[in-house]
């Protein structure tokens, strides 16, 4: 499992990709994501740009009753993809590629801590995205699909999503 620095830089990904595309940083991130991505591969940069594209594609073209969706959709497919992107790596090349990742966000988070452009806000502490998003698209924590608890707030037993992100 990854730890929640990790998550909170795939998730912080997810946000910057769907904030930044159609704006004036979106050639800027995609070239750089896909780079990261790649990690020196050209076929799979190349891959990368490609979905990327689709993604900005997809977001342009949605009609506006469910633009809401493709957003959330988008955001989430980002999360994982860079998720994945981490776990295969090495401890030594996570730390790194981590580290190299925080440095390609940074020019999209406002020093106010929000992603540029939007209202999804990632914290950031000592200079690093550390404890989240807030947004209703995103949570720090992996989604959990299918859960149908009341919650805690109608079941004080009930200590969901806390018993769906341990090991």
Do not use: C, K
Request: glycine share 10%; charged share 25%.
């Amino acid at each position: 499992m990854m730890d929640e620095l990790l998550m909170a830089l795939a998730a912080a990904g997810g946000t910057a990709v769907v904030q930044a595309a159609g704006t004036d940083a979106w050639p800027g991130l995609r070239q750089a994501l896909a780079r990261w991505i790649g990690g020196g591969n050209e076929q799979r940069e190349q891959a990368a740009l490609e979905r990327l594209d689709q993604t900005a594609s997809a977001l342009e073209t949605a009609e506006a009753a469910e633009a809401e969706q493709v957003r959330t959709r988008q955001q989430a497919m980002w999360w994982q993809y860079i998720e994945f992107a981490l776990e295969d790596l090495s401890d030594a090349e996570r730390v790194q590629a981590a580290e190299d990742l925080r440095e390609l966000l940074a020019p999209h988070i406002s020093p106010g801590g929000g992603a540029v452009g939007g209202d999804v806000r990632i914290s950031a502490e000592s200079g690093s995205i550390a404890t989240g998003v807030v947004h209703g698209d995103v949570n720090l924590r992996r989604p959990v699909f299918g859960h149908t608890s009341p919650g805690p707030e109608n079941d004080p037993d009930d200590d969901w999503p806390q018993e769906s992100i341990r090991g």
